[in-house]
C-alpha cells in the first residue's frame, strides 16, 4: 500500500493517512489543544507527508514517519502561538467526569516544559508509545530518552507546584 | 518516583481519549492531498526549469581561456566579450574567434522599443553561429524571440534546422540587453547565399505578478508560457551580407572505413570532416547487430599532444543520416593545426532490439512491457485543458556518467495496438531529485486524450544501457 502510494497513487495515500487519523488527531489535540488547530495539523500534516512521500526509504516506518512530521509542525505551531496568545483549552466537548481544571493545569504546564520534554511526555503518557519507540521515532539513543523523560517529568513537578501555590 | 505526575498524565490522558474526532477530519485529508498534489505538480515543473537554467549557467561557469593578444582584440571590438562568452562552452568556437574567423555585422532594426542587432556570426560550410542582441529601450520586461526566418537574396526561404535558447527569468527591466546566439545547421555551400534578410518576431512573456504570488506557482505558470504571452506586432528585418571567401574550402576530408566490435556490435566509423567550426563524424551500425546503437556517450578527438576535443554538448549534437547511418559533431581543433588525429570513444549507450518498445494500458495506468526496471511510470493525468493526457515517467540513470546529460529517451512518435500512428503533444524532461543520490530524470510524454483501442506503444530512442570497449582509430 505504501509503495503504491509512492507510485503517487493518491487514493492509496488516502487510505494510509485514514488508518492513521484517529492517533494523529489526538497527539495534535495533545499539543495544540482545541479542533481547529488540530484539523489545520492534520491537513498540514497530510500534505507534508504526501509530497515528501518519495523521500520515505523505508514503508514500514510510514506510521512513525507521520507522527515525526505531526509532532515537528505541532512544535513550531506552538512556538509561534506563544509568541501570539496562551490559547484557552477547548473544553465543550469534555465528559464531564474529568476535572477539567486540573486537566488544563497539566496540559499549559505541559507546554511550559521544553519541547523535547514536552514530546516524550506526549508519546509515552498520551501514546503509550515505549521507550525504545520514541527512541527510535526521535532518532535518539535510549539513554537520552530516558534521561529526557526523567528532567521532564522534575520539570513537570516543579511547574505543577508552582501553580499549586499560586492558586492556594 | 513520579507516581503523582504519572497519575495525573495518565488522568489527562484520559480526556484526550474522550476527545471526539470531528467528522470534518476527512475533508481536511482531502484538501492536504490536494494541496500536495497541486505542490508536487509546479515542484515538477519547477525542475524542469532548472535544469533548463542549469544548463544556461553553465555556459558561463565554464572558464575562458584568454591569450593577452586575443584579451586585447576583444577589447577593440565593441560586443566581442559577450559573443566570447556565448562559445566559450565550445573550444573549437572560442578558437575560431581568437582566430577571427568570426564575421562582424552589427546591424540593428528597432520597432517597438526594441532594437535587435545581428552582431556577428561564425560560419563554415557547415554551419553559421549567428549572435544577436535585443535592447529593451522602452518598458519590457519578458521578451523571447518567438520565430525567426532567414531568406536570401531572392526572398526565398532557407530551409535549414536552427536551435536557440529560451530567455529565462531574464528582467529586461534589470538587464537592458539580452544576448544569444542561434545555431543554424546549414544546406550544402553551395545553397549558402551571399545574402541573408533575417526575420524575427519576438514576444513578451507575462509572467510576473500573477495569481498567487509564492515563488514556485508562478515559477510553475511561467513553464505554460503559451497562454501567457503576446507575441509582437513588428517583425524585426536584418539584411546581412556573408563573406563566403572566409570558409570555403577550408573543410578537411579524411576516409576511414573502418569497422570496430564491441561486445559483438559492429561499427564502422565512415568519415571525418574537419570543419573550422566543428568536426563531423559519419558512423555506420551493422544491421544485423543484436543491439540498437542509440549514441556514443564518450566520442572524442585527440591530437598528438594528447589535446582533446570532446562532443557538442551545447547545441547540435548530431544528425541521422538514416536509421544506421549517424553523424556525431564534436568540437573543432582545426585552429590547433594538430599533426595527427586520434579519433577515440569507449561508450555506446545502447539496447537489445527486442526491448525498444514501452507499453502502457492506459486504462490501468500500467507499464505492461519495458525495457528494464529502469524506466517506471509515475502518474497517468491529464492536462487542464483535458486535451491530453500527460504520462510520466521516471528514469534510473546511471552515474556519474549520465549525471550532466538529461535526455528524452521516447520517438515523437506512437502507435496503437493496431499500429496507428500518432504524434505526440509534448514531450519534456527535467531532473527530479527523488533521493539523495538525486540522479534520477523525470520524463513527460503527452498524447491525445482519446478513447485508444487497447495499449498505446512508445519507441525508446535513447536509453541508459551501455556497452564498452576502448576505440582508438588514427584519422591523420
Request: charged share 30%; proline share 2%.
Amino acid at each position: 500500500m505504501i509503495i503504491r502510494a509512492q507510485e503517487g497513487d493518491s487514493s492509496a495515500f488516502y487510505l494510509l493517512i485514514d488508518q492513521n487519523k484517529e492517533k494523529l488527531y489526538r497527539i495534535a489535540y495533545s499539543y495544540l489543544k482545541n479542533e481547529v488547530d488540530s484539523l489545520e495539523a492534520i491537513q498540514e500534516v497530510t500534505y507534508r507527508a504526501y509530497i515528501k512521500l518519495k523521500n520515505l526509504r523505508e514503508p514500514k516506518f510510514f506510521d512513525t514517519w507521520l507522527v515525526k512530521i505531526l509532532i515537528n509542525y505541532c512544535n513550531d505551531e506552538l512556538k509561534r502561538l506563544k509568541r501570539t496568545i496562551l490559547k484557552e483549552l477547548d473544553i465543550s466537548q469534555a465528559s464531564e467526569s474529568t476535572n477539567i481544571v486540573d486537566r488544563q493545569i497539566i496540559l499549559e504546564a505541559l507546554d511550559r516544559l521544553d519541547p523535547k520534554y514536552q514530546t516524550v511526555i506526549i508519546l509515552k503518557y498520551f501514546n503509550d508509545l515505549t521507550i525504545e519507540d520514541t527512541a527510535k521515532l526521535l532518532n535518539r539513543p535510549i539513554g537520552t530518552v530516558k534521561t529526557w523523560l526523567n528532567k521532564a517529568l522534575t520539570d513537570l513537578r516543579k511547574t505543577l507546584k508552582k501553580e499549586g501555590e499560586a492558586n492556594v | 518516583m513520579f507516581e503523582l505526575e504519572e497519575q495525573e498524565l495518565e488522568k489527562t490522558k484520559k480526556l484526550i481519549e474522550q476527545t471526539p474526532i470531528p467528522e470534518k477530519i476527512d475533508q481536511y485529508i482531502d484538501s492536504g492531498i490536494n494541496k500536495g498534489k497541486k505542490r508536487r505538480n509546479a515542484l515538477r515543473k519547477r525542475n524542469i526549469l532548472i535544469s533548463f537554467a542549469a544548463s544556461f549557467l553553465l555556459i558561463f561557469l565554464v572558464s575562458i581561456r584568454i591569450s593577452p593578444v586575443f584579451a586585447s582584440y576583444v577589447s577593440q571590438i565593441p560586443g566581442l566579450d559577450k559573443i566570447v562568452q556565448l562559445v566559450n562552452y565550445d573550444k573549437g568556437l572560442q578558437l575560431a574567434v581568437e582566430n577571427e574567423f568570426m564575421q562582424l555585422i552589427g546591424l540593428s532594426d528597432e520597432h517597438e522599443d526594441l532594437k535587435f542587432t545581428v552582431d556577428g556570426i561564425i560560419i563554415d560550410e557547415s554551419r553559421m553561429m549567428l549572435f544577436y542582441t535585443i535592447e529593451n529601450k522602452g518598458d519590457h520586461q519578458f521578451i523571447n524571440l518567438d520565430n525567426f526566418s532567414f531568406y536570401d537574396e531572392k526572398g526565398e526561404h532557407l530551409k535549414a534546422s536552427l536551435t536557440y535558447e529560451h530567455f529565462i527569468e531574464m528582467d529586461m527591466r534589470k538587464h537592458k540587453t539580452l544576448t544569444g546566439k542561434i545555431d543554424v545547421n546549414l544546406p550544402s555551400v553551395e545553397e549558402i547565399p551571399e545574402t541573408i534578410t533575417l526575420e524575427a518576431r519576438l514576444r513578451e512573456e507575462l509572467s510576473e505578478g500573477k495569481g498567487d504570488n509564492s515563488k514556485s506557482v508562478r515559477v510553475g505558470e511561467e513553464f505554460d508560457y503559451k497562454r501567457e504571452m503576446n507575441v509582437l506586432a513588428s517583425t524585426w528585418k536584418i539584411q546581412f551580407s556573408i563573406d563566403k571567401s572566409k570558409f570555403q574550402d577550408l573543410k578537411e576530408e579524411y576516409y576511414l572505413n573502418e569497422t570496430v566490435m564491441i561486445e559483438d556490435q559492429s561499427i564502422t566509423f565512415n568519415k571525418v570532416t574537419v570543419y573550422p567550426t566543428r568536426i563531423a563524424v559519419e558512423v555506420t551500425y551493422d544491421n544485423n547487430n543484436s543491439k540498437k546503437i542509440f549514441s556514443i556517450d564518450d566520442l572524442r578527438i585527440v591530437d598528438e599532444k594528447g589535446e582533446e576535443f570532446a562532443a557538442i554538448t551545447n547545441g547540435i549534437s548530431r544528425r541521422y543520416i538514416s536509421d544506421n547511418t549517424h553523424v556525431f559533431y564534436l568540437q573543432s581543433n582545426y585552429f590547433v593545426k594538430p599533426k595527427e588525429l586520434y579519433l577515440k570513444a569507449s561508450r555506446f549507450k545502447a539496447l537489445e532490439k527486442d526491448k525498444l518498445e514501452v507499453v502502457i494500458n492506459l486504462e490501468e495506468g500500467k507499464i505492461t512491457r519495458r525495457p528494464d526496471e529502469r524506466i517506471r511510470l509515475d502518474n497517468v493525468g491529464v492536462n487542464q485543458k483535458g486535451d491530453e493526457i500527460v504520462l510520466e515517467f521516471l528514469l534510473k540513470r546511471e552515474q556519474p556518467l549520465d549525471e550532466k546529460y538529461f535526455y528524452d529517451i521516447f520517438n515523437f512518435q506512437y502507435t496503437d495496438s493496431f499500429g496507428n500512428n500518432y504524434d505526440a503533444k509534448g514531450s519534456s524532461f527535467g531532473s527530479f531529485p527523488v533521493n539523495e543520490d538525486g540522479f534520477d530524470q523525470q520524463i513527460f510524454y503527452n498524447v491525445e486524450n482519446i478513447d485508444y483501442l487497447g495499449p498505446i506503444i512508445l519507441q525508446i530512442d535513447q536509453y541508459p544501457t551501455k556497452i564498452t570497449g576502448d576505440i582508438s582509430i588514427k584519422v591523420k
